[in-house]
């Protein structure tokens, strides 16, 4: 078994940055490669951006390249996702997911609960 724990979420305001951690527990997830998924109020899940397992490779969408970076300095350490200048619109529930490979990132097997990011004006 395994789960995955997102934290950092909050309230802050626009221009500012925060960063998101996710921990993925368990051998589960040995050699999944991660995301970062967002819901806005009203809107379906889409997907931010993601890493493989071992942080060599990241996708970006184009919406958030350029402000946000996935990283993990290690395999074995939480995946994070440093927001820069967020906007209200960045406003949602940020999800950290799990896929069984690099190549299906956007269809993730497994689902963090969310933490809420709300950003005011």
């Known amino acids: 078994q395994g789960q995955l724990v997102e934290s950092g979420g909050g309230l802050v305001q626009a221009g500012s940055s925060l960063r998101l951690s996710c921990t993925a527990s368990?051998?589960?997830?040995?050699?999944?490669?991660l995301a970062w998924f967002r819901q806005a109020p009203g809107k379906e899940r889409e997907f931010l951006a993601g890493?493989?397992?071992?942080?060599?490779?990241?996708l970006y969408e184009p919406s958030v390249q350029g402000r946000f970076i996935i990283s993990k300095d290690d395999p074995r350490k939480p995946v994070e996702l440093q927001m820069n200048r967020l906007r209200p619109d960045d406003t949602g529930v940020y999800y950290c997911?799990?896929?069984?490979?690099?190549?299906?990132?956007?269809?993730?097997?497994?689902w963090g609960q969310g933490t809420q990011v709300t950003v005011s004006t």
């Open positions: 997911a799990a896929a069984e490979g690099y190549a299906t990132l956007k269809s993730p097997e497994y």
């Open positions: 368990g051998r589960k997830f040995k050699n999944y490669a």
């Open positions: 890493i493989s397992w071992a942080g060599t490779s990241t």
